[in-house]
């Protein structure tokens, strides 16, 4: 029992911190560009698949980084073609059905020319043995995971707090206006800006591929709790994203030891009783968006 | 004058649908979809256009009416008005009591909530099998005959289909009283200047509120009668792809007027019927239809018209 419950909450916990990348992302790009990022599991499946495909000629390794890469510079396409012209319509209503008709099309197109099919993602043997037979979940690959997700959160926290752009990126979440005023050009920076945030996607997509394999539709499962990962954590936090994101999908995982059919539902129950108890979440700013 | 003959002319095109829609080719049934669909929209449509209230998760209320309406036909009683107001009180009272939650909220976060809320009863209807059929749908119920006193009106196509209509009539009277009423007229207040209706003493959250269980219990009524059209319901009519298409619909016909929901729901659901029979890509194609309508003509096909109008 107390092994199946060991398990399952680290289960839990990689499947969070695939929610916790998405959700940085997401954060990000609702903060300063204000546009809930429909595409978001689009950009999560370009990501993947890109790696997939350009893994014969790079290898595991360049393929985890050209993936992500790869996935914030069609971020940027999009950001310049699409969302910039509409920026200046404050409902919001718009930019949300503008990326959710970019998520059908990016999973049809995702269909068409992968396949419907699952594929998997080959990965090392270095990193794919268990750290111990009595522990055989433990996979190299887990732990890597989580490494790899702790260094693209502290890079992206060491990128905000001292860089030139990281402060200029906090100043645009803060006041966007004042910002513009201060000579910052706003628009390269959201910009840039959507781009970081589709990076995160992509990185979250090539990691989850690893251990769930590439399906078309892999981030749509995946976008859902990253919204609800925000909720629970705070709109207009990133840590809070983050945090939101572990602490959702181990309560999946623990959720799955006693109650499977409930691993789902029971995420979306925490943030109804977050919303209650806490309205703003857990790291949220008081009186945002409210 | 004009207005008053364009509804006119509508009223006559609905009555005499199946007449005019088999001989173009197409099937009453398609007729009843629409007809459902614009009272889910339009429902929708009090919360989106007039209260600026934008819920991205409303086809979880369509779902459960539907669930409500198949699982009381299947389980409590073989009556068709029964069915239809069970689900109606089920997706209802579900907005109702959620309607806290998010009557504080603006903007994006609205949505947000609303998608992540809508998600839950998603889940909760997949994964409860035994009673509601899971991944699979609920089928094995179907409409029974309506009786008044000894008379049976048995429910084929196209008396289904009058059914629908008379029941859009319903919802669009009681939605148009509501719009002339001053509650009505305090939901287009707090869409245009939420702050100012706040300052002048009135209870906003209350009016948001009442907007969310409303619009709630008139998408709920929708989906108890698509339920009934197709004897058969599945988790995909409370998932988030079918509360984007609404919203899609309304902004299409345009949100800002009365009907112009219904004219985005003939246009959309005409071309996703079209496109799905000539292209395996047709998803892509309706995502690029969301995109033209949010780069090209946000103010729906309404919007364009009244432009021109102006101009001229």
């Known amino acids: 029992m107390m092994q199946l419950l060991l398990f399952n909450s680290f289960n839990g916990l990689i499947q969070g911190v695939f929610y916790a990348l998405m959700a940085l992302g997401l954060a990000l790009i609702l903060s300063l560009n204000s546009v809930i990022n429909m595409a978001h599991g689009g950009f999560l499946v370009i990501g993947a698949y890109l790696a997939y495909t350009l893994m014969p000629y790079l290898g595991f390794w360049g393929a985890l980084i050209a993936g992500p890469v790869l996935a914030g510079a069609i971020g940027l396409v999009v950001e310049r073609v699409l969302i910039r012209p509409i920026y200046k319509r404050t409902d919001p209503l718009y930019s949300l059905l503008l990326t959710f008709g970019l998520a059908l099309i990016i999973e ?27 522990y055989f979940f433990v996979t190299g690959y887990r732990l890597f995971v989580v490494a790899v997700t702790a260094a693209a959160v502290i890079g992206l926290y060491l990128l905000l707090r001292y860089t030139l752009l990281g402060i200029r990126i906090r100043a645009g979440i803060r006041d966007l206006e004042t910002t513009s005023a201060l000579g910052v050009n706003i628009y390269r920076l959201r910009a840039l800006n959507f781009g970081f945030g589709c990076l995160f996607a992509g990185l979250s997509g090539v990691l989850a591929a690893g251990v769930l394999g590439l399906t078309p539709p892999m981030g749509n499962s995946l976008i859902m709790p990253s919204f609800v990962a925000i909720i629970v954590g705070g709109v207009g936090s990133l840590l809070g994203a983050v945090l939101g994101g572990l602490i959702i999908g181990l309560a999946a995982g623990i959720t ?35 | 004058m004009t207005r008053a003959l364009g509804i006119a002319a509508m009223w006559l095109t609905l009555i005499a649908l199946p007449w005019w829609l088999p001989m173009i080719g197409s099937y009453t049934a398609l007729g009843s979809k629409v007809l459902i669909y614009a009272i889910a929209t339009m429902g929708l449509n009090l919360l989106i256009g007039f209260t600026g209230g934008l819920s991205f998760g409303q086809a979880a209320y369509f779902g459960l009416g539907a669930y409500g309406a198949g699982m009381t036909l299947k389980y409590i009683a073989p009556s068709t008005p029964l069915a239809i107001v069970v689900g109606t009180l089920v997706g209802g009272i579900a907005a109702t009591l959620l309607g806290p939650l998010v009557m504080r909220r603006r903007g994006i976060y609205f949505a947000m909530i609303t998608i992540a809320i809508g998600q839950l009863f998603y889940f909760a209807i997949v994964r409860w099998n035994e009673v509601t059929g899971g991944e699979d749908g609920l089928a094995g119920f179907s409409r029974q005959d309506i009786h008044f006193g000894d008379l049976a009106i048995p429910l084929n196509s196209t008396n289904f289909y009058y059914l629908v209509l008379f029941c859009f009539t319903i919802a669009v009277a009681i939605m148009w009283t509501l719009l002339q009423s001053p509650l009505g007229h305090t939901w287009v207040a707090i869409r245009e200047n939420r702050r100012r209706v706040e300052f002048l003493g009135v209870r906003v959250e209350r009016y948001v509120w009442a907007a969310f269980a409303i619009a709630g219990f008139v998408t709920a009524f929708a989906g108890t009668l698509n339920a009934l059209l197709f004897n058969f319901t599945s988790p995909q009519d409370l998932h988030w792809i079918l509360s984007g298409n609404f919203v899609i ?19 959309f659901v005409v071309a996703q019927d079209y496109l799905s029979s000539v292209t395996s890509n047709w998803m ?29």
Do not use: H
């Open chain 1, 256 to 290: 799955t030891t006693f109650y499977p059919a409930a691993s789902e539902a029971v995420i979306y129950l925490m943030m109804l009783i977050v919303l209650v108890v806490r309205p703003r979440g857990l790291f949220g700013q008081e009186g945002l968006f409210e």
């Open chain 2, 249 to 267: 619909m309304i902004v299409l016909g345009g949100m800002r007027s009365f009907f112009g929901p219904l004219l985005g729901v003939i246009i």
């Open chain 1, 108 to 134: 049809d197109m995702t269909r068409t020319i992968w396949g419907p099919q699952g594929l998997p993602l080959e990965i090392p043997d270095i990193i794919n043995s268990p750290v111990s037979t009595e």
């Open chain 2, 284 to 312: 892509s194609f309706i995502g690029m239809i969301f995109i033209l309508i949010v780069l090209l003509c946000p103010k729906g096909v309404l919007g364009l018209f009244e432009r021109r109008m102006r101009a001229a």
